[in-house]
């Protein structure tokens, strides 16, 4: 079951722009995770942001979390050409078969 | 680069075979997961397994199973293959059960091709 949906799609930025993807869910849940994907690759996990946090850093990397409108946010900033790659978030289930959901992705370029 | 460790990287098969697909976990890790990605989809969680025992599944038929050794170490194993098993399969290890509260550490994947 699609829990957490990316928003939008796909993103071209030029280097040095800031880029900034969405991630909406359903149900309530207790934490919500950003992962990273380069091309046909493992995904890296960027950074977990609890529910009773609100916003988080880590390096160039600022996540948000709005429980009340059900959506999380991240943004990169000062893009490189490195951060060329697919970006999920990941979150509880609504299903009690599956412990962790991913969204489809907002497959991200950054132009140098 | 995590520790974990998946082979073969690639795989061709035909339909109605057998596959049978490795993963070593990051060291300390007790907690293997394995999804299914399509392409252009994000990852879709098949199973886990926590301490040699599965624990909890994904909407998957049971033509999926899988396997977890003492070492931690895991396979998937999928029978009568099928055309739409062709996927990136990634298996994932963690301290602890897959979930919201644990970051996963992901291999590189196996590419499988059904033919």
């Known amino acids: 079951s699609q829990q957490g949906e990316e928003d939008p799609q796909a993103l071209s930025i030029q280097e040095g722009e800031n880029a900034t993807m969405n991630c909406s869910y359903k149900?309530?849940?207790?934490?919500l995770q950003w992962y990273r994907q380069n091309s046909g690759r493992g995904l890296v996990h960027l950074i977990l942001?609890?529910?009773?946090?609100r916003e988080k850093h880590s390096g160039r990397l600022r996540v948000t979390l709005d429980t009340s409108k059900k959506s999380s946010s991240l943004l990169i900033t000062a893009s490189r050409a490195a951060d060329t790659a697919s970006y999920f978030c990941a979150t509880d289930s609504n299903s009690g078969n599956t412990p962790l959901v991913f969204g489809k992705g907002t497959r991200l370029s950054v132009i140098a | 680069e995590t520790g974990v460790t998946q082979s073969p990287t690639h795989l061709i098969k035909t339909r109605g075979q057998q596959v049978t697909l490795r993963c070593s976990s990051q060291?300390?890790?007790?907690?293997v997961s394995w999804y299914q990605q399509a392409l252009g989809q994000g990852p879709q969680f098949i199973f886990q397994y926590y301490r040699e025992e599965e624990n909890g599944r994904g909407n998957f038929p049971p033509r999926f199973s899988g396997l977890q050794f003492p070492n931690y170490s895991s396979e998937l194993n999928v029978n009568a293959l099928e055309l739409d098993d062709s996927a990136l399969y990634l298996c994932?290890?963690?301290?602890?059960?897959?979930?919201?509260?644990?970051?996963?550490?992901f291999g590189p994947g196996t590419r499988l091709t059904v033919l």
């Open positions: 994932a290890s963690s301290w602890g059960l897959a979930n919201s509260y644990n970051e996963q550490f």
């Open positions: 149900t309530s849940i207790n934490n």
């Open positions: 060291s300390g890790h007790n907690t």
């Open positions: 942001i609890r529910s009773n946090e």
